[in-house]
Each structure stands twice: as structure tokens, then as C-alpha cells.
């Protein structure tokens, strides 16, 4: 491909976005094909001669846009989406473009200090206190393993890394059964392992950790010989938005001297928004934190920003410093590969500078202070209609509801049959979960396009086809 033909098939490929994004609501939001066809449409072997774009594109448009899940569709109501407001697409073109290897200052100094600027403002946009640094990973699941570590090694004093694991004391670390299940990998991969995760019991409307149980644990942990290194809360778990009461965490923490991690991957972008601050009240006394930008913001995936209170611990913990990648001439600079497990670091900071810049704070305020709007004004007309149950009551944007079977019909088969049924329609996309071991069937609002006839449009179509199930 000569430059003539990158500039003719970027405008054909921005065209093309253009004209998809303005078709979504006239797609299935999830498509309807078997597992294998797709596989079975491209051809066995690699092509030995060159093949031209034309037949490249027409095969992009027949073989693979049918298998897509619409991420972008506005009727998207199941996992929480991961956006891409149509400005963070553009700043995302120029990063591929000019395809840099942003692992250190001197690799792209504008990254690295963009980087540095946009995280304060996203700092500054949260309410968070001066004293948090920042860094951009992929995800919420590597910001959680980077604490994990930093915890490990912490409790380790600093031997973990050195030593390995064989013969020191063993690690405990602390949370509810509502966090995420990348908290479970980060403990894997840091070999501390799945059994000692210690679940503590959880109560009241959010799911929220019981910190006289939490405290009651740690103590007994370390009268059995055992090193008690950290405890993840989380602020919106995946299935319900289960949340923790962050100040009583912390508070326990603190008592026992360990480190504390905050999940808020989907649920931190409400912070933006004074109002709902009070669902992670004394997060300025966490370690770290976690929220990703490419959900409910619009940021296009991959825009996780993890704030830090003592950088230098995540530093210590992660860095590794051969001649080849040092600054020569340069001290006190930031390389914020040595922040990050992976060396490798895209251009991230610059989508979520576009972002901001585009939309301002108070239209990103705006638009999740309508999706909570929506989320809890469809829980309203679901809790009114006959047959329906709310399970869980909305979490920001989140909640989770059933519908009741006639005598005689498992709840949870005919729930199951429901959310398929309504997958299969296409016109919405909802997923599934289980609350006190039952099916339940969760709703959340946070696409970036969705408006309030979209979420019509779900209560119409799951009553009817409710309806249609008897």
C-alpha cells in the first residue's frame, strides 16, 4: 500500500465508521449466528499473492460484520459497554498512525507528559485530594494487579520480588464476593493464590463487606502465623454494583497496617458528578484506585487510569532498569513503563485529551446523570407491572430484576429462557446474574448514544416478550 492508497482507504474506512455508527439502531445488537460460521467463511490457508483492498473490504462487510456484537449500539444494556465517543475514535486514528512506543520519556516525551497533565485532570475531576499521582494502564484487571503486587511486596518487605514465595510467611488478602473476577487472576498471577483471597460476608442494600467480620479475620490471619497484605473494596461490583463503605475499610486498614485497593472500574465515571461522591466516601485514604475511562466516559478502549497514593512503592515494586532503557542525562523524569507491568505502553492519554476537551465535564455530567435517570425510572415501571420483581434496587445506572413463573416452572429456567429470548429478538441486549444463588436479570445504562426512547424501547420489549413466555 503506497501513501495514495493509505489516504483513499482512510477516507473509505472514516466513511464507513461514519455511515455504521449512523445505522446501529437498525441492527440486531447481537448477532444472530451459529459458533463456527464465521470460522467456516475464511478460507483454510494464509493467501500466497497479494490480494486486492477492494476484495479485502467487500470480505471485511460479508464475513465479518455479520458476526459482531454492536458495542456501540444504543440499545447495548448488558455488560457495562466499553464506549468510543466518536472524537476518542479520532484521536485513537492518529495514535495508529503515528504508532508510537510510549514505555518511556524519551520515546514520545509529549505522551508521557500528557499523560502526567491528563491524569490530574481526571484527578481534579473526581474531587480526589492533591497528593494522588497517576497512571494509564490497559485495563482495571492490570491496575489490579499492579496493586496486588505492590501489596505483596510491601508486606514482603520488598523480599517477593527478590526471594520468590517458597518459605515466607503466607499472604492473605481481603475482599468481598462482589468484586470483579479480575481480582481473582491478579491473585493467581501474583502466586498469592485463590485460597487465600479471603471472602469476607457482606450486608445491607449494597452487598457492602462486613468490617467487623473484615477486622475479626485479619486479626485471627495473623494469630495463625499468617501475613495479612491488603484488602480490595470495590464502589459498583460487576453483578449487582455491590459497594463497600470505603471509610470503615480504610479505617481497618489503617489499624492493622495494610494496603488498600479501590474497584471502581465502571462506577468511579459518576464521581465526575458531586452528587454521587458519597458512594466511595474516604476513598482520599486509599492506596490506589481504579476506573476506566472507556466505559461509562467514552474513551475508546484500552483507558483505565489508576491513581496511587505513594508512587514510588508501585515503582519499586514493578520497575526493572537495564542500561538500554535509561535516560541518560535526564533525572527526576517520569518512564511510566516503570508503572506498568507490561513494558510496552500505547499513546492512551491522548483520546481521553480529545475527549474531555470535546464534550467539557458538564455535558460527560449531563449525560450519566441521565442514565441513572433512565436506569431508575425503568426499575420504577418494572416494580409496577405484574409479574415483575425487582431484585436489586439501582446502583447509579445498575439493577437487576426477575420475572415471576407461573406455578409449576423453575424460576431460573424460565429466567434464563427470558433473557435469551430477548437476546434473540435483537432489538436490546441484556445479560444475566445470580443474586442469593437465584437467576436475576441485570439492566444497566451507559451508552454513550443512549437516549430515553431507547430505554422505552427496553421495557416495551421486555414486557412483551415476558408476556409472550407466559
Same mark, same amino acid.
Given at each position: 500500500?503506497?501513501?495514495?492508497?493509505?489516504?483513499?482507504?482512510? /477516507?473509505?474506512?472514516?466513511? %464507513?465508521?461514519?455511515? $455504521?455508527?449512523?445505522?446501529?439502531?437498525?441492527?440486531?445488537?447481537?448477532?444472530?449466528?451459529?459458533?463456527?460460521?464465521?470460522?467456516?467463511?475464511?478460507?483454510?490457508?494464509?493467501?500466497?499473492?497479494?490480494?486486492?483492498?477492494?476484495? *479485502?473490504?467487500?470480505?471485511?462487510?460479508?464475513? *465479518?460484520?455479520?458476526?459482531?456484537?454492536?458495542?456501540?449500539?444504543?440499545?447495548?444494556?448488558? $455488560?457495562?459497554?466499553?464506549?468510543?465517543?466518536?472524537?476518542?475514535?479520532?484521536?485513537?486514528?492518529?495514535?495508529?498512525?503515528?504508532?508510537?512506543?510510549?514505555?518511556?520519556?524519551?520515546?514520545?516525551?509529549?505522551?508521557?507528559?500528557?499523560?502526567?497533565?491528563?491524569?490530574?485532570?481526571? /484527578?481534579?475531576?473526581?474531587?480526589?485530594?492533591?497528593?494522588?499521582?497517576?497512571?494509564?494502564?490497559?485495563?482495571?484487571?492490570?491496575?489490579?494487579?499492579?496493586?496486588? #503486587?505492590?501489596?505483596?511486596?510491601?508486606?514482603?518487605?520488598?523480599?517477593?520480588? #527478590?526471594?520468590?514465595?517458597?518459605?515466607?510467611? *503466607?499472604?492473605?488478602?481481603?475482599?468481598?464476593?462482589?468484586?470483579?473476577?479480575?481480582?481473582?487472576?491478579?491473585?493467581?498471577?501474583?502466586?498469592?493464590?485463590?485460597?487465600?483471597?479471603?471472602?469476607?460476608?457482606?450486608?445491607?442494600?449494597?452487598?457492602?463487606?462486613?468490617?467487623?467480620?473484615?477486622?475479626?479475620?485479619?486479626?485471627?490471619?495473623?494469630?495463625?502465623?499468617? @501475613?495479612?497484605?491488603?484488602?480490595?473494596?470495590?464502589?459498583?461490583?460487576?453483578?449487582?454494583?455491590?459497594?463497600?463503605?470505603?471509610?470503615?475499610?480504610?479505617?481497618?486498614?489503617?489499624?492493622?497496617?495494610? $494496603?488498600?485497593?479501590?474497584?471502581?472500574?465502571?462506577?468511579?465515571?459518576?464521581?465526575?458528578?458531586?452528587?454521587?461522591?458519597?458512594? %466511595?466516601?474516604?476513598?482520599?485514604?486509599?492506596?490506589?484506585?481504579?476506573?476506566?475511562?472507556?466505559? %461509562?466516559?467514552?474513551?475508546?478502549?484500552?483507558?483505565?487510569?489508576?491513581?496511587?497514593?505513594?508512587?514510588?512503592? @508501585?515503582?519499586?515494586?514493578?520497575?526493572?532498569?537495564?542500561?538500554?532503557?535509561?535516560?541518560?542525562?535526564?533525572?527526576?523524569?517520569?518512564?511510566?513503563?516503570?508503572?506498568?507491568?507490561?513494558?510496552?505502553?500505547?499513546?492512551?492519554?491522548?483520546?481521553?485529551?480529545?475527549?474531555?476537551?470535546?464534550?467539557? #465535564?458538564?455535558? @460527560?455530567?449531563?449525560?450519566?446523570?441521565?442514565?441513572?435517570? %433512565?436506569?431508575?425510572? #425503568?426499575?420504577?415501571? @418494572?416494580?409496577?407491572?405484574?409479574?415483575?420483581?425487582?431484585?436489586?434496587?439501582?446502583?447509579?445506572?445498575?439493577?437487576?430484576?426477575?420475572?415471576?413463573?407461573?406455578?409449576?416452572?423453575?424460576?431460573?429456567?424460565?429466567?434464563? /429462557?427470558?433473557?435469551?429470548?430477548?437476546?434473540?429478538?435483537? /432489538?436490546? $441486549?441484556?445479560?444475566?446474574?445470580?443474586?442469593?444463588?437465584?437467576?436475576?436479570?441485570?439492566?444497566?445504562?451507559?451508552?454513550?448514544?443512549?437516549?430515553?426512547?431507547?430505554?422505552?424501547?427496553?421495557?416495551?420489549?421486555?414486557?412483551?416478550?415476558?408476556?409472550?413466555?407466559?
Amino acid at each position: 500500500m503506497n501513501n495514495d492508497d493509505f489516504r483513499q482507504w482512510s /477516507r473509505r474506512a472514516a466513511d %464507513w465508521g461514519a455511515d $455504521y455508527r449512523n445505522s446501529l439502531r437498525e441492527r440486531p445488537v447481537r448477532p444472530l449466528v451459529e459458533p463456527g460460521d464465521i470460522f467456516r467463511s475464511v478460507e483454510t490457508s494464509p493467501p500466497e499473492a497479494a490480494e486486492p483492498m477492494d476484495e *479485502i473490504f467487500a470480505d471485511f462487510e460479508q464475513k *465479518i460484520l455479520p458476526g459482531m456484537t454492536h458495542w456501540q449500539h444504543p440499545r447495548f444494556f448488558a $455488560y457495562f459497554p466499553a464506549n468510543a465517543a466518536p472524537v476518542s475514535v479520532v484521536a485513537e486514528y492518529l495514535v495508529s498512525v503515528m504508532a508510537a512506543q510510549c514505555m518511556l520519556w524519551q520515546t514520545s516525551p509529549a505522551a508521557t507528559e500528557l499523560e502526567t497533565r491528563v491524569v490530574d485532570w481526571m /484527578r481534579q475531576a473526581l474531587g480526589l485530594p492533591e497528593g494522588f499521582s497517576g497512571v494509564m494502564q490497559d485495563s482495571a484487571s492490570s491496575a489490579t494487579l499492579a496493586a496486588v #503486587l505492590t501489596m505483596r511486596e510491601r508486606a514482603l518487605d520488598w523480599q517477593g520480588n #527478590l526471594k520468590g514465595l517458597h518459605g515466607q510467611p *503466607i499472604l492473605r488478602v481481603y475482599s468481598s464476593d462482589q468484586v470483579h473476577t479480575s481480582i481473582d487472576r491478579a491473585i493467581w498471577v501474583s502466586g498469592i493464590g485463590e485460597d487465600n483471597l479471603v471472602r469476607v460476608p457482606v450486608s445491607g442494600r449494597f452487598r457492602a463487606m462486613d468490617v467487623a467480620a473484615l477486622e475479626a479475620v485479619i486479626v485471627a490471619d495473623r494469630e495463625a502465623g499468617m @501475613l495479612p497484605a491488603g484488602i480490595i473494596a470495590c464502589v459498583g461490583g460487576t453483578s449487582t454494583g455491590g459497594t463497600d463503605d470505603i471509610a470503615e475499610v480504610a479505617a481497618v486498614a489503617k489499624r492493622q497496617g495494610l $494496603y488498600v485497593h479501590v474497584d471502581a472500574a465502571w462506577a468511579g465515571s459518576a464521581m465526575i458528578c458531586p452528587e454521587y461522591r458519597h458512594f %466511595w466516601a474516604g476513598v482520599e485514604h486509599a492506596d490506589s484506585i481504579v476506573f476506566n475511562p472507556h466505559k %461509562w466516559l467514552g474513551a475508546q478502549f484500552d483507558c483505565s487510569v489508576q491513581f496511587i497514593r505513594r508512587p514510588e512503592d @508501585l515503582v519499586r515494586t514493578l520497575a526493572i532498569k537495564p542500561d538500554y532503557l535509561k535516560t541518560h542525562g535526564r533525572d527526576g523524569i517520569i518512564n511510566y513503563s516503570e508503572w506498568s507491568v507490561p513494558l510496552g505502553r500505547r499513546f492512551r492519554a491522548l483520546k481521553l485529551w480529545f475527549l474531555l476537551r470535546a464534550h467539557g #465535564l458538564e455535558n @460527560l455530567r449531563s449525560m450519566i446523570r441521565n442514565h441513572v435517570a %433512565w436506569s431508575e425510572g #425503568l426499575a420504577e415501571r @418494572l416494580a409496577g407491572e405484574p409479574d415483575f420483581e425487582i431484585v436489586t434496587e439501582p446502583m447509579l445506572s445498575l439493577f437487576s430484576f426477575r420475572h415471576l413463573a407461573a406455578a409449576g416452572i423453575d424460576s431460573d429456567e424460565h429466567n434464563l /429462557r427470558l433473557v435469551n429470548a430477548i437476546n434473540n429478538d435483537g /432489538r436490546i $441486549y441484556l445479560t444475566q446474574t445470580r443474586v442469593g444463588g437465584q437467576v436475576a436479570i441485570r439492566f444497566q445504562v451507559g451508552q454513550f448514544d443512549t437516549t430515553a426512547a431507547d430505554v422505552d424501547t427496553a421495557f416495551e420489549v421486555v414486557t412483551e416478550i415476558a408476556r409472550g413466555l407466559g
